[in-house]
């Protein structure tokens, strides 16, 4: 099993950044792919973005491509998420989730595929 830790969420004004981080412990996090999702108020949580277990493969949705970037250092166990020009829109909770992979390369998107999930940390955007 993994557990996972979210940090780095907050308030900032539209236009500016925020990096997420998720920090992982239990079974090393690279036998793991690793996605990020998010949840707002009154709505689905849905898929942000994904990076496969060897990091060299990524997928994003379509409302963050080009503005959010993830990424991982399986030394530290730990993911990123850097996200830039930020939107009143990506106002949510963000969740780190993994999910085993016997595929270096393979990634995931369907959040019913990811097993293990973190608490979640807020992001708020203003205008």
């Known amino acids: 099993q993994v557990q996972l830790v979210e940090s780095g969420g907050g308030l900032v004004q539209a236009g500016g950044s925020l990096r997420l981080s998720c920090a992982a412990s239990?079974?090393?996090?690279?036998?793991?792919?690793m996605g990020w999702f998010r949840q707002a108020p009154g709505k689905a949580r849905g898929f942000v973005a994904v990076?496969?277990?060897?990091?060299?493969?990524?997928r994003y949705a379509d409302a963050v491509k080009g503005r959010f970037t993830i990424s991982r250092d399986n030394a530290k166990n730990t993911v990123y998420l850097q996200m830039n020009s930020l939107t009143p829109e990506d106002t949510a909770g963000y969740y780190c989730a993994a999910t085993l992979s016997s595929i270096g390369s393979a990634i995931y998107t369907g959040r019913d595929r990811y097993a293990y999930w973190g608490q979640g940390t807020q992001v708020t955007v203003s205008s």
């Open positions: 990076i496969s277990r060897s990091g060299s493969n990524t």
């Open positions: 239990g079974r090393t996090s690279s036998s793991y792919a």
